[in-house]
Structures are given as C-alpha cells and as structure tokens.
Antibody
Framework: EVQLVQSGGGLVQPGGSLRLSCAAS????????MTWVRQAPEKGLEWVVN????????YYMDSVKGRFIISRDNSQNSLFLQMNSLRAEDTAVYYC????????????WGQGTLVTVSS | QSALTQPRSVSGSPGQSVTISCTGT?????????VSWYQQHPGKAPKLMIY???KRPSGVPDRFSGSKSGTTASLTISGLQAEDEADFYC?????????FGTGTKVTVL
C-alpha cells in the first residue's frame, strides 16, 4: 500500500524557516517524480514545486523561487521542503504527493501539514 | 501563472448529472492532454478522480467521466450520489509547472 506520511509544520514568525518531511513507503520511491501542493485556509489548491525522481531537476512556482528548496533522499525514501523567508501568505496546509504512472497526475497524497506564519 | 477557471458551485438532485467546466489557455489545457481532476472532502487530502483528460484510476466509479475541447476541460458526474458532495479541482500540466483550477463545490440537493 502506498503511504506518504508527513511531518514538520507548525507556527513560525514572518522571515523564519521551517522544514517539512514526507516519508514514503509501499512503492519504489526513486522511480517517481514528487511534488508539494499547498492550500491556504478556505482557499483552493496551489501547486508549489516538483522534483525529478533522481533529484536532478526541480521546478518552482514563481512566488517561492529563491525561498523554498525541495530535496529528496532516495536512500531514506524521503522528500523534504525547506521553507525560508516565510511570509504570511505562505500560511497553508502543505501536501506532499506522488505522481502517477502516466507521469502527469497526482495519484497519492500525504495527510497534509499546517504551516502558520504569524507573529 | 493564473489559476484555471471553474464555476464556484454546481448542484443536482440524487440521480441527476452535473458537469464542471475548467477553462484554461492555449498554454495549458489547450496545449496538453494532461488534465486531471481531484475530489476533496472537508478536512481531507484530495483524491485523484480523472487523469489524462478522461482516464479513471482503479476504484473510481464509472459515474465520473472527463473530456476536453480546446481550452476547456470538463468533469461529468452521472447518477449523482450523496457521497459525491465535495469540492472538485481540475489541474493541468503547463510545461514544467502545473496549474490548479479555482475549485467547484458540488452540492447534492
């Protein structure tokens, strides 16, 4: 059974940093692109960033470029999101997700973790 | 990188059909056959319902179907059931990045 279990998140002050983790199991992690998607309170889904199966390519949404860093450790079946220079508008539930076998859909999702940026 | 446009809400009685539109541009929906649809119940993670415009993952009822014409994709729910009441989001590949739709609340009357 595919599982994505997230950890990290919490309350952080504006300008602060936070690291999210996503532990994968039930599939060959190193074979799949992974992504982070976020959802601000009472708002819609927003794609944030992708990482290639081997970590060699990453693609970011414009508003997080230079502030967020996606990475992965295929030996530990783990995905990470390092979030720096956090802003109030980054407040959201963050989901990690795995792409499907066709490559362009999000077939499996983590449970989500809330990040609140506030003083 | 603007969100794809969806109606804010649609509704129908049990057994009826509803269709949700998802309008993009020639750079996203119109350029690729990589539109997917997600169902999200309150407080839950999204669930994949349709991928590659019209394909259904294993376990998704065949009441759910997808299509695309030009820059607009659509999700149709036939034989609406109470458990279909949820938020639905489309998503399109847009060349190295992805765009989600604004979201549609489906209400079963």
């Amino acid at each position: 059974e595919v599982q994505l279990v997230q950890s990290g998140g919490g309350l952080v002050q504006p300008g602060g940093s936070l690291r999210l983790s996503c532990a994968a199991s039930g599939f060959t992690f190193s074979n799949y692109w992974m992504t982070w998607v976020r959802q601000a309170p009472e708002k819609g889904l927003e794609w944030v960033v992708n990482i290639k199966h081997d970590g060699s390519e990453q693609y970011y949404m414009d508003s997080v470029k230079g502030r967020f860093i996606i990475s992965r450790d295929n030996s530990q079946n783990s995905l990470f999101l390092q979030m720096n220079s956090l802003r109030a508008e980054d407040t959201a539930v963050y989901y990690c997700a795995r792409f499907g076998d066709s490559g362009f859909d999000l077939a499996y999702w983590g449970q989500g973790t809330l990040v609140t940026v506030s003083s | 990188q603007s969100a794809l446009t969806q109606p804010r809400s649609v509704s129908g009685s049990p057994g009826q059909s509803v269709t949700i539109s998802c309008t993009g541009t020639s750079s996203d929906v119109g350029a690729y056959n990589y539109v997917s649809w997600y169902q999200q119940h309150p407080g839950k993670a999204p669930k994949l319902m349709i991928y590659d415009v019209s394909k259904r993952p294993s376990g998704v009822p065949d009441r759910f179907s997808g299509s695309k014409s030009g820059t607009t994709a659509s999700l149709t729910i036939s034989g609406l059931q109470a458990e279909d009441e949820a938020d639905f989001y489309c998503c399109s590949f847009a060349g190295a990045h992805y765009l989600f739709g604004t979201g549609t609340k489906v209400t079963v009357l």
